[in-house]
Nanobody, 122 residues
């Protein structure tokens, strides 16, 4: 089993920045990709960004150029640097991890964190 603990969610004004962190523990050797999903009220959970153990990344089109995902394998931690935040970025952000190694990144997570709230005011 793998445990994921997120931190960094907050209330921020539009145009501001925020950094989320997610620390993994447990059977971390089973993990390849880590990253972030988000779910806004009344909407489905969506993939925001993922990163493999080797550093390959993918992003949702809506966050490209504004969000940057990074990973510290020594600390078993993944980060999401969010800039130029918009009210539509308001959501609960979930850390996710996946053991799959293939052509997709974080499309079917095996593990989830409990979520951290990000609220962007206009």
């Amino acid at each position: 089993q793998v445990q994921l603990v997120e931190s960094g969610g907050d209330l921020v004004q539009a145009g501001g920045s925020l950094r989320l962190s997610c620390a993994a523990s447990g059977s971390i050797f089973t993990i390849n990709a880590m990253g972030w999903y988000r779910q806004a009220p009344g909407k489905e959970r969506e993939l925001v960004a993922g990163i493999t153990k080797r550093g390959t990344t993918n992003y949702a089109d809506s966050v490209k150029g504004r969000f940057t995902i990074s990973r510290d394998n020594a600390k078993n931690t993944v980060y999401l640097q969010m800039s130029s935040l918009k009210p539509e970025d308001t959501a609960v952000y979930y850390c996710a991890a996946e053991g799959w190694v293939g052509t997709t990144i974080l499309r079917n997570p095996d593990y989830w964190g409990q979520g951290t709230q990000v609220t962007v005011s206009s």
